[in-house]
């Protein structure tokens, strides 16, 4: 089977930052898109930033310029990027990713456990 472990978050002030992986493992023929979500508490989880296998990558509004995702195709992780924390960036984060499998071979989309960011003002 697969498998996606967070790793990265915790408590950080306002204006400081964190770098979150996402370490995918298991019977894993490839890797498509991977991406990070988050939910708030008493929100919808949102999508924060998508990395393609190709590396064309797609950021919600709210983080453009200040998160950076990427991956490392060799490891089998991605990554996220996050400075200029602010208050409104606290949530779980969540990694994602469109994965093949060995055998059999399927494709299936697959999420990690999910990782606490918390930013203090």
């Known amino acids: 089977q697969v498998q996606l472990v967070e790793s990265g978050g915790g408590l950080v002030q306002a204006g400081g930052s964190l770098r979150l992986s996402c370490a995918a493992s298991g019977s894993i023929r490839r890797i498509n898109t991977m991406g990070w979500y988050r939910q708030a508490p008493g929100k919808q989880r949102e999508l924060v930033a998508t990395?393609?296998?190709?590396?064309?990558?797609n950021y919600a509004d709210s983080v453009t310029g200040r998160f950076t995702i990427s991956r490392d195709d060799t490891k089998n992780t991605m990554f996220l990027q996050m400075n200029s924390l602010k208050p409104e960036d606290a949530a779980v984060y969540y990694c994602?990713?469109?994965?093949?499998?060995?055998?059999?071979?399927?494709?299936?989309?697959?999420w990690g456990q999910g990782t606490q960011v918390t930013v203090s003002s």
């Open positions: 990395i393609t296998s190709g590396g064309i990558t």
């Open positions: 994602n990713a469109e994965i093949i499998t060995i055998w059999p071979s399927l494709l299936a989309d697959y």
